[in-house]
């Protein structure tokens, strides 16, 4: 079991990354969000899904890991599988704005509002991917219209794929009256909370972190098959 | 109807219909609709009028079509050259390790020699080379001649702290790379070369014409005509055709050619007949016969 890290930490490993090793902002957002939608695919293979057809529902968080989760979902789309986004507050920065575009251009859609009758959406979707709030939210500072959001999403019967950390979740001690998901991805490496995680899937998504990075944090990674981006936990 | 239809192509209602009501009464919950015929059209990859298909089909662009898609990506859809370059290197080492697994190799460690050129070619074989490291290779880099922009740093600087060795000259001989590397990727030139070779690149590519070791060009074997091709010019095992294969492949006689670049929507396919095949599942490269 590894011990997952503090968002303390998180945040000096990415600004590390950043300042250090000179990714880009974008550059990680598309590492992630690739890998994001290839654990999907490892979890939820396009012909195993119940439905008819391959959907799945996308809920994006104002922030970086609602941009992940866009990445994702054009991913996604390149996969065959037929995401739609809910997106209700849009980023203002324009390192983000792009990627809705593109998601849009290729002609996902998106939501105006998220039905709040449960059973329309366990109906109309396979899975939904948590994509709301990463490990530099405060769950403390969760405010409209994520709290309606999280509620809704607490109450459905469908697969919930939580990207990094479970939206409504501590980075460090989880929330035992949030949401459960179903899948945690975790990105680059486990956060803390990942110890209250009682899903059936923990996977390791986002196959870049140098070496050196690995060591500082002591973040004893295991290792990848092959070329693969994920690795099961 | 076509908001009913929009609705169902949605997944928002179940085709008994009976949700119709719940789901607001009539007031389409849905921003953008997309055109019903983006998904009505099916999974199929047909491409209408095939222009110049190669050996499989496939569409081979000129590199007026290849750099009309490449601004198409950049302004209609918003791409950054970060990410395209980054999922397009990613690729590349990806096809390299399907082609010549590391147990391929008859050195070891596995060593690798990519050769970057001055644009964005050279920043697909940066990534390309920090891919490699990360699936098990040791790879080096000759770089040259390096753009002065944020982004060809970043990547240089990506590289270089992952303890990617950038070699200060190139080997004179080409009995010197085969005896220290197992493979050479060609990350020189791309679909945009035109014209005369400049130094040091002439004499570069002279000495990879001599090397026994396999040769893996990215998108175009460099010094090739984009469209024409080279007889007298490198001859490389392998080719990673990004987005889709110039007409410059169908002189490629190699043993590898692969697809790569996975990321083109599906609309731009079709508005340039690319005729792609499909992608094995959620892998990033596709083999071309």
Not at chain 1, 144 to 161: C, D, F, G, M, N
């Amino acid at each position: 079991m590894f011990l997952g890290g503090s968002r303390v930490e998180a945040e000096a490993i990415e600004k590390e990354l950043l300042e250090d090793y000179k990714f880009g902002r974008q550059q990680l957002i598309e590492i992630w969000g690739h890998a994001s939608a290839m654990a999907v695919t490892k979890v939820f293979p396009l012909p195993s899904l119940p439905r008819k057809q391959p959907t799945v529902l996308v809920v994006c968080g104002p922030d970086q890991n609602g941009a992940i989760g866009l990445v994702c979902a054009r991913h996604l789309r390149v996969f065959e599988y037929e995401p739609t986004i809910f997106y209700p507050k849009r980023s203002l920065n324009s390192l983000y704005r792009d990627f809705t575009t593109q998601c849009e251009k290729m002609d996902i859609p998106f939501l105006s509002y998220l039905p709040t009758e449960v059973q329309l959406i366990n109906d109309a979707y396979n899975v939904v991917i948590d994509a709301i709030l990463g490990a530099d939210a405060e769950p403390g500072e969760v405010k409209e219209p994520y709290t309606s959001i999280l509620a809704t999403l607490k109450q459905i019967r469908i697969p919930i794929v939580s990207l990094d950390v479970p939206s409504g979740w501590d980075v460090e001690t989880g929330n035992s009256e949030g949401i459960s998901p179903d899948v945690l991805v975790s990105l680059a490496a486990p956060k803390q909370c990942a110890t209250r995680f009682l899903g059936r899937h923990h996977i390791l998504a986002g196959r870049f972190l140098p070496y050196d990075v690995q060591k500082k944090f002591e973040l004893n990674l295991p290792e990848y098959p092959g070329t693969e981006c994920v690795v099961s936990l | 109807m076509s908001g009913l239809r929009a609705l169902l192509g949605l997944g928002l209602l179940v085709s008994s219909g009976s949700r119709l009501a719940a789901a607001g009464g009539g007031r389409c919950p849905v921003q953008r609709v997309s055109p019903a015929g983006a998904w009505g059209a099916g999974r199929g990859r047909s491409g209408s009028a095939m222009q110049n298909p190669g050996r499989s089909g496939v569409t081979h662009l000129s590199q007026e079509e290849a750099q009309a898609i490449d601004q198409e990506l950049f302004t209609e859809y918003k791409f950054s050259v970060d990410q395209l370059m980054e999922l397009a290197g990613l690729s590349c080492a990806t096809a390299i390790a399907k082609a010549y697994p590391p147990s391929s190799f008859t050195k070891s460690p596995p060593t690798v020699l990519i050769v970057c050129g001055p644009g964005n070619n050279g920043g697909d074989g940066l990534v390309c080379a920090r891919h490699l490291k990360m699936f098990g290779y040791e790879p080096s880099v000759h770089y040259p001649k390096r753009p002065g922009k944020a982004l060809f740093e970043g990547l240089t600087t990506q590289c270089q702290k992952m303890d990617i060795p950038f070699l200060s000259e190139f080997p004179s001989e080409a009995v010197l790379i085969d005896e220290l590397y197992g493979l050479v990727v060609d990350a020189i030139f791309g679909f945009s070369f035109k014209g005369a070779v400049r130094e040091p690149f002439g004499s570069i590519l002279r000495t990879l014409e001599q090397v026994t070791v396999p040769i893996a060009s990215i998108d175009i074997p460099s010094g090739w005509d984009v469209e024409k091709g080279s007889p007298d010019g490198l001859q490389p095992d392998m080719l990673i055709s990004l987005t889709a294969p110039k007409k410059a492949a169908q002189h490629f006689a190699g043993r590898y050619h692969f697809l790569g670049g996975r990321f083109v929507p599906m609309a731009l396919q079709q508005k340039y007949s690319l005729n792609l095949p499909p992608y094995p599942e959620t892998d990033c490269v596709l083999q071309l016969p």
